[in-house]
């Protein structure tokens, strides 16, 4: 066929081509508009010249959960993290374990991460103001250096990020840290107590502990009556706790006596110092409270005695505070506060502590309304008598 016949057909419409290509060409403008503007889409701002087209490899993806894992259990497990670490040697650090063991002599460094660190460590570095001890807030982190420890300084050693509202703080639960420390020492399996004899209270409605702590993690310890001289065996209602001592998780009156520990590690034994087990028959709350005069019509000129007592639970210490009708007029009265531990019932042991408040010379403006007020850590109690001129 010639070139001139080819022309005269797809002109002429014979194999119907036109058409078809007429309308090819009106849409191909349309469809490269459609594609420029999806790329600009994608795009927003243009490429700068010289600009790397490759992704940054630093951009963090999104945690893989593992199977069993949900999404929840792996916050709780960031929050709960412990914000302590332990400086080691050349400057090098490291998450404490739950326990340690340190030589005695050696010096400890521990850090907590934050602004408002609050520190906890054993009673005996404060109860004797330790030198040894010292602590520094830092602006990012908590500082607590204890040189030249022994083993009396065996114990928890806990820190916590303070939280403060105007002039109300908390701990923040979320962020703390604590590890328990044993300083091994030669010749002292127990930790040394500062007295050669410890009370201990058994109160039925709480546990009782004998505190035998012990400074070797691996010494074995074993409860020892005076008299008559035997083991006391562990049978469920006794447990020995590392951190604590023997613990009475439920007390009871034929358990009172004298005890001590002993301990054995690497063949060496030793004994603990005593303890007097003393049974508490009084229930824990507010002051059981009580109040008397020595006459409730006076004579002028008299003297005169207003007695509070309160019946207590021996390791509960109580304050007394007095109001009288010669207060707002400064009459000289005189207060004396004492205790003494009393034995009630069947070997159970009270403590009774007792106000006395006396005044001379009985005038007008004393008569009245004589009100004591006990308190201890769970509460107070106010009671009154009244004393009247004859």
Not at 278 to 304: F, H, K
Request: charged share 20%; net charge positive.
């Amino acid at each position: 066929m010639g070139l001139g016949l080819q022309r005269k057909m797809l002109w002429s419409g014979g194999p119907r081509l036109v058409p078809s290509l007429l309308l090819l060409l009106l849409l191909l403008p349309e469809a490269l508009s459609a594609a420029a503007g999806q790329a600009s889409a994608k795009s927003k701002r243009p490429k700068e010249p010289g600009e790397n087209k490759i992704k940054p490899a630093n951009k963090r993806g999104k945690p893989t959960l593992a199977p069993g894992k949900d999404r929840d259990s792996i916050a709780t497990v960031s929050k709960t993290s412990s914000i302590m670490m332990q400086v080691m040697e050349k400057g090098r650090f490291q998450k404490p374990a739950a326990t340690l063991s340190l030589a005695a002599g050696q010096s400890l460094e521990l850090r907590c991460k934050g602004n408002k660190i609050q520190w906890h460590y054993p009673e005996y570095l404060d109860t004797f103001k330790d030198s040894r001890l010292s602590m520094k807030q830092h602006d990012r982190y908590g500082q607590l250096i204890l040189v030249n420890a022994t083993a009396a300084d065996t114990g928890e050693y806990s820190c916590w990020q303070q939280v403060c509202s105007g002039y109300v703080c908390r701990k923040d639960e979320a962020k703390t840290g604590t590890t328990y420390i044993f300083f091994t020492e030669k010749g002292e399996l127990f930790v040394p107590s500062p007295s050669y004899f410890g009370v201990v209270y058994l109160n039925p409605d709480r546990e009782a502990v004998v505190p035998c702590r012990v400074t070797v993690p691996s010494a074995k310890v074993t409860l020892h009556r005076e008299f008559p001289a035997k083991e006391i065996q562990s049978n469920g209602s006794i447990i020995y706790d590392i951190k604590r001592g023997f613990v009475y998780l439920h007390p009871q009156l034929d358990q009172q006596g004298v005890v001590y520990c002993r301990a054995e590690a690497h063949g060496a034994p030793q004994i603990s110092i005593k303890y007097q087990l003393l049974y508490v028959e009084v229930p824990s709350g507010p002051p059981s409270t009580t109040i008397v005069a020595s006459s409730n019509r006076v004579n002028g000129g008299d003297d005169i005695t207003v007695l509070c007592t309160v019946l207590g639970e021996p390791d509960v210490e109580v304050e007394f505070r007095w109001i009288y009708p010669g207060l707002k007029d400064e009459r000289p009265v005189t207060i004396q506060d004492t205790w003494r531990l009393v034995s009630r019932g069947l070997g159970c042991t009270t403590r009774l502590s007792q106000s006395v408040l006396a005044l001379q010379d009985f005038e007008t403006i004393d008569a009245g309304y004589y009100m004591c007020t006990a308190q201890n850590l769970r509460g107070q109690t106010t009671v009154a008598t009244t004393v009247q001129l004859s």
